[in-house]
């Protein structure tokens, strides 16, 4: 059976390579007559593969001594609480950039625990920009500010690192990690679910610096509590295991390729073809303002709900699949993550010239 271009926004596409290689180890891993699937965690061969793959992600990202990086599960959404319950530990004040449903998500979640504002939002113009802010947006005594880089449902990306003073930045890179290189010491946080840009779903990342861990809430549960969790090395509990093996597989073909800042121009030059596109015409619309636009999620509307319907469906059709906007703003919305191969997003654009062509509005 033939593969398709996958433009699913989570789970999503993996690398060719790294699946056959996936493939290739499944049954046996190395000598040790055993699936990494059936590996004990505390084993010989899974240890070095747990810290290759941290050491890899260090050299990826060049993330500094003094941060801490954590393999861990529960998704980004449990991130939402374990974020206020081990950071916001000074004053009990927190605040949040609302710039999509996930930042607002997080926001509410984080309101049980504290004093927690939105210091800034776009939802007034349908979160089609990121809201623009100065260090002056925020609480000099905020614990931390908390944003959503990449939003994976409108297409938005923060165009620069927001300016935050001395208060701790935390952002959601769960759409966007690893798709270029981060200046991560400009974060005290940076967390993501690993199933859009870097494995299978059950594997969350978290990279904190070190003096922001160790003061989490008396209530926090040993699973969030990132002093725990760092202690015993993402090894508290067994780690989803297969995940982080499939991960470091990723990292390493990130690596070979050139690492982050070839990756980056990769995706400039997919996300290029079809932002060009789409401002060389006037069939599709794309909401977006350009200064925020993503490079990983593209959004775009012809206008006509039910030319929308059948775009999807033909597209489908074609093997371009999964191309149908998030069910709560409609529309359509190609992720064009890492492993998505330059020909797919042309092989779009094909289509959707052919579409325009074929569907003239007004008529159907
Ligand atoms: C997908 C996504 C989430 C939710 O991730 P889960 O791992 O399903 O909890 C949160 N934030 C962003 C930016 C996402 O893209």
Same mark, same amino acid.
């Given at each position: 059976?033939?593969? @398709? =271009?996958?433009? %699913?926004?989570?789970?999503? #596409?993996?690398?060719?390579?790294?699946?056959?290689? !996936?493939?290739?180890?499944?049954?046996?891993?190395?000598?040790?007559?055993?699936?990494?699937?059936?590996?004990?965690?505390?084993? !010989?061969?899974? *240890?070095?593969?747990?810290?290759?793959?941290?050491?890899?992600?260090?050299?990826?990202?060049?993330?500094?001594?003094?941060?801490?990086?954590?393999?861990?599960?529960?998704?980004?959404?449990?991130?939402?609480?374990?974020?206020?319950?081990?950071? #916001?530990?000074?004053?009990?004040? +927190?605040? =949040? @950039?609302?710039?999509?449903?996930?930042?607002?998500?997080? /926001?509410?979640?984080?309101?049980?625990?504290?004093?927690?504002?939105?210091?800034?939002?776009?939802?007034?113009?349908?979160?089609? +920009?990121?809201?623009?802010?100065?260090?002056?947006?925020?609480?000099?005594?905020?614990?931390?500010?908390?944003?959503?880089?990449?939003?994976?449902? =409108?297409?938005?990306?923060?165009?620069?690192?927001?300016?935050?003073?001395?208060?701790? $930045?935390?952002?959601?890179?769960?759409?966007?990690?690893? %798709?270029?290189?981060?200046?991560?010491?400009?974060?005290?946080?940076?967390?993501?679910?690993?199933?859009?840009? #870097?494995?299978?779903?059950?594997?969350?990342?978290?990279?904190?610096?070190?003096?922001?861990?160790?003061?989490?809430?008396?209530?926090?549960?040993?699973?969030?509590?990132?002093?725990?969790?760092?202690?015993?090395?993402?090894?508290?509990?067994?780690?989803?295991?297969?995940?982080?093996?499939?991960?470091?597989?990723? =990292?390493?073909?990130?690596?070979?390729?050139?690492?982050?800042?070839? #990756?980056?121009?990769?995706?400039?030059?997919?996300?290029?073809?079809?932002? *060009?596109?789409?401002?060389?015409?006037?069939?599709?619309? +794309?909401?977006?303002?350009?200064?925020?636009?993503?490079?990983?999620?593209?959004?775009?509307?012809?206008?006509?709900?039910? $030319?929308?319907?059948?775009?999807?469906?033909?597209? %489908?059709?074609?093997?371009?699949?999964?191309?149908?906007?998030?069910?709560?703003?409609?529309?359509?919305?190609?992720?064009?993550?890492?492993?998505?191969?330059?020909?797919?997003?042309?092989?779009? @654009?094909?289509?959707?010239?052919? /579409?325009?062509?074929?569907?003239?509005?007004?008529?159907?």
């Amino acid at each position: 059976m033939k593969r @398709v =271009y996958n433009f %699913s926004a989570g789970p999503s #596409m993996l690398p060719l390579s790294v699946l056959e290689k !996936a493939q290739k180890d499944l049954v046996c891993y190395g000598d040790s007559g055993m699936s990494v699937m059936e590996m004990s965690h505390r084993s !010989a061969d899974y *240890d070095v593969i747990i810290k290759e793959a941290e050491a890899l992600l260090r050299e990826i990202m060049e993330i500094p001594d003094n941060y801490k990086v954590l393999f861990l599960q529960g998704g980004a959404s449990t991130q939402f609480a374990a974020v206020p319950l081990n950071l #916001m530990n000074k004053n009990g004040k +927190a605040d =949040y @950039v609302l710039s999509g449903q996930f930042s607002t998500k997080a /926001f509410k979640e984080a309101q049980k625990y504290g004093d927690v504002v939105a210091a800034a939002s776009s939802k007034d113009i349908n979160f089609s +920009a990121i809201p623009a802010t100065t260090r002056e947006s925020f609480r000099a005594d905020a614990d931390y500010v908390h944003v959503c880089y990449n939003n994976t449902i =409108y297409g938005t990306k923060f165009p620069a690192v927001p300016d935050t003073g001395d208060i701790p $930045l935390v952002a959601d890179m769960s759409s966007c990690i690893i %798709s270029e290189p981060v200046d991560v010491s400009r974060f005290g946080m940076i967390y993501a679910g690993a199933q859009k840009n #870097m494995a299978p779903a059950g594997l969350t990342i978290v990279i904190v610096r070190e003096d922001l861990i160790g003061n989490a809430r008396d209530i926090t549960p040993a699973m969030l509590d990132y002093k725990l969790m760092a202690e015993g090395e993402s090894m508290y509990n067994t780690p989803p295991c297969w995940c982080i093996y499939v991960a470091k597989l990723v =990292y390493e073909w990130i690596k070979e390729l050139g690492g982050l800042a070839e #990756m980056k121009k990769l995706n400039e030059k997919k996300a290029a073809v079809l932002y *060009d596109y789409l401002d060389s015409q006037d069939y599709y619309i +794309a909401p977006v303002e350009k200064e925020s636009r993503s490079m990983m999620n593209v959004t775009f509307v012809t206008g006509d709900a039910d $030319l929308d319907k059948k775009f999807a469906k033909e597209a %489908s059709d074609a093997g371009l699949k999964n191309l149908k906007g998030h069910r709560s703003v409609g529309g359509m919305r190609a992720s064009i993550y890492n492993a998505m191969p330059y020909e797919g997003v042309e092989a779009l @654009v094909e289509f959707m010239k052919k /579409f325009a062509a074929e569907n003239p509005k007004g008529e159907n």
